[in-house]
């Protein structure tokens, strides 16, 4: 994130270019997000099966809507989030940024130290922050409690002069480009409130996640809420339905994670073959329903890249696929699926769930390529056993999910008639739509 001093730059500037009821209210809203403490003062979110992370604008919009329109302090909280996001895509995405490299973090830490009291220069600020007296009265104190002493401290800090040294990486010049940006981005928004259009969209600006299996005994459990439903702003349901790789055993902790979110029915989708070798840690646990569907069809290795979609399609159409989904849709509770490594088999019923919730063929191949960096270390393993594979067709390729939803759509136009065709009456379909979103 940006730091307080470049935020309250942004504001100063955006000051000379529109007219504000109060500025002095509107600065302090534009830093008053850095001081939050207990709480979760940026109303970051998790969507995308929570792979990715956001700031809930849409949340903040809900609440203050009408308190931004008159007091400035709520609409310079809500820009302090939106120049964060821009930040992030900013030095992430546009000069790529990479923390995991030891001794980054604190390199760039040096770099934001530096510029600060350059900022403090180039922008002619003049530390003007008021805290009003009565504060605890406001009703920004619901998002979380404020650290407003230190607040002050971190702001009087910011004008103590500081010795330039050289840069590592956040340079001078990236500041006023940042900065420039910012401001711009800000504009657009404050126009689009003024003439009440929709907002920035959290959704559309998340940022990726550190891949983490929600279960500690596998490498690849994930969830299929927290996806956008196309044309609204709703999300598929949180809690209903994992998909996974193999789990031959099962810690005390995760049971008691699946249990509690009522994950009780379990489907096992490898073969007898692969089953007997590595059985499953739910098969004589009587806490969970076991039930096993084996899908042999489509599980050849593709001769090439091209060819997995094909596959997909074997798979799509297996003769246990009609009892997957059945079960699926008449389960009392929450779903786990999984095959070995929770890619391809699990990952065409994943896309099919997701296609009859209504969530969009990005969504659903980024939820299918996510298996890549779940995998990376089972995968590449395989690899070093089988040099001359085409390591695209292993590991989970974008194209070959597109490609999937393609065919799929060629062969029965809409999911809903795929499903038709499979046996799953209407409704069945209408049940497994249930499992992922609720009637409005």
């Not at 403090?120 to 009703?139: G, R």
Request: proline residues 3%.
């Amino acid at each position: 994130m940006a730091s307080s001093i470049v935020h309250y730059a942004i504001t100063c500037e955006l000051i000379k270019k529109r007219h504000f009821n109060n500025p002095s209210r509107l600065k302090l809203g534009s830093v008053l997000a850095d001081a939050g403490y207990n709480g979760n003062s940026h109303m970051k979110i998790s969507v995308a099966g929570g792979h990715k992370k956001t700031y809930d604008f849409e949340g903040y919009r809900k609440m203050y809507g009408e308190l931004m329109k008159k007091d400035d302090m709520y609409l310079g909280y809500y820009l302090h989030l939106v120049q964060d996001v821009i930040y992030r895509h900013f030095v992430y995405d546009k000069y790529h940024w990479n923390p995991m490299i030891p001794g980054n973090a604190e390199k760039l830490h040096k770099d934001y130290a530096i510029g600060n009291y350059y900022v403090v220069q180039k922008y002619n600020l003049i530390n003007e922050l008021i805290i009003p007296t009565d504060f605890e009265k406001e009703s920004i104190n619901q998002i979380c409690k404020f650290n407003l002493d230190g607040l002050v401290q971190n702001m009087n800090a910011y004008f103590v002069p500081v010795e330039d040294d050289d840069i590592f990486f956040f340079t001078k010049d990236m500041t006023d480009e940042y900065i420039a940006e910012a401001v711009e981005y800000c504009i657009r928004e404050l126009d689009n409130l003024e003439r009440q259009k929709e907002g920035i969209d959290g959704y559309i600006n998340a940022w990726d996640n550190a891949p983490r299996s929600i279960l500690e005994s596998t490498m690849n459990t994930r969830d299929l809420g927290m996806y956008r439903i196309q044309g609204t702003k709703r999300y598929t349901l949180a809690g209903r339905i994992y998909r996974s790789d193999r789990c031959e055993t099962l810690s005390m902790r995760d049971k008691e994670l699946l249990l509690s979110r009522g994950i009780n029915t379990i489907i096992d989708l490898r073969s007898e073959e692969e089953a007997t070798a590595k059985p499953s840690a739910f098969v004589h646990d009587n806490d969970f329903n076991y039930c096993h569907f084996p899908i042999i069809e489509g599980m050849m290795l593709p001769r090439s890249l091209a060819e997995v979609p094909i596959s997909y399609m074997e798979i799509a159409h297996a003769d246990c696929m009609k009892n997957v989904f059945k079960t699926i849709a008449n389960s009392p509770s929450g779903v786990f699926y999984h095959c070995t490594a929770g890619k391809d088999r699990t990952g065409v019923i994943s896309a099919i769930l997701l296609l009859i919730a209504g969530v969009s063929d990005e969504d659903i191949v980024y939820d299918y390529a996510i298996s890549r960096e779940f995998n990376m270390e089972r995968l590449e393993a395989f690899l070093r056993e089988h040099p001359d594979i085409d390591r695209e067709i292993v590991l989970a390729n974008e194209n070959s999910m597109y490609g999937f939803l393609e065919m799929l759509r060629k062969k029965h136009n809409t999911v809903e008639q795929y499903l038709l065709d499979l046996g799953i009456n209407d409704k069945e379909t209408q049940l497994l739509r249930n499992k992922l979103m609720e009637n409005e």
